[in-house]
């Protein structure tokens, strides 16, 4: 597609529930990024993909969150068990070349958990 | 670990004049990049500005300049010529040439233009 798509743009669930929210990135982007920003601070790096692997999963916060990547393409974040604290806009970008910074964002999906 | 500080939170500007937002860091590391990024209520994050820290001069994308201080782990944005399209959130953020291009963000700066 011509940039990141990010669905949905908004949900809000009750705590307790499961959440799913996809990211679509850019086509030909080998490398893709989970990040979650709460509001009024910067994102934080929660997960990141080279194709189908998860390369590094150092940022997800407790065993209730989760991604996949099964084709290389469209990422799936899972959350379990929703807490008000699981409130924030998860952000997804993605990346053609390595090292060298340059992420292209979504729009972002805003979790609100009542 | 790596740290990224933005001292301000909240900055403004007459359109057409001026402006510079401030970051510093902390990294252990000696070959590494920083950006600046802005994102607009949109949501979406939009690279601004790149800079490698190996190289000496600053970088410059149009109206966008950096004044990069390595020494003393310095990284400033100057914005020239302020436009009302300028207003936004400002972040700036931090990564090892070895991380995969994971990114390390600071608390980000809000900036409007005043017309």
């Known amino acids: 597609g011509a940039g990141v798509s990010q669905t949905p743009s908004n949900k809000v669930t009750e705590k307790g529930k499961y959440v799913e929210l996809r990211c679509d990135p850019i086509?030909?982007?080998?490398?893709l990024y989970w990040y979650r920003q709460s509001l009024g601070q910067g994102p934080e790096f929660l997960i990141y993909?080279?194709?189908?692997?998860?390369?590094?999963d150092s940022g997800l916060p407790n065993d209730r969150f989760f991604a996949v990547r099964p084709e290389g393409s469209v990422s799936t974040l899972k959350i379990q068990r929703t807490e008000r604290g699981d409130s924030a806009v998860y952000l997804c970008?993605?990346?053609?070349?390595?090292?060298?910074?340059?992420?292209?964002f979504g729009e972002g999906s805003r979790l609100t958990v009542l | 670990a790596q740290t990224v500080t933005q001292s301000q939170p909240e900055m403004s500007v007459q359109e057409a004049e001026t402006v510079t937002l401030s970051c510093t860091y902390d990294?252990?590391?000696?070959?590494?990049?920083l950006f600046w990024y802005k994102q607009p209520p949109s949501r979406q994050m939009i690279l601004v500005i790149r800079?490698?820290?190996?190289?000496?001069q600053n970088a410059t994308e149009n109206r966008f300049s950096v004044n990069f201080q390595k020494a003393a782990k310095s990284f400033s944005l100057k914005i020239s010529d302020s436009q009302l399209g300028d207003t936004a959130m400002y972040f700036c953020?931090?990564?090892?040439?070895?991380?995969?291009?994971?990114?390390?963000f600071g608390g980000g700066t809000r900036l409007m233009v005043k017309p």
């Open positions: 970008a993605s990346s053609a070349l390595r090292n060298t910074g340059e992420l292209f």
């Open positions: 800079q490698e820290a190996y190289k000496q």
């Open positions: 993909f080279q194709g189908t692997g998860a390369a590094d």
């Open positions: 953020a931090f990564t090892p040439n070895n991380a995969g291009n994971m990114l390390t």
């Open positions: 086509s030909g982007h080998t490398a």
């Open positions: 990294t252990s590391e000696s070959n590494y990049y």
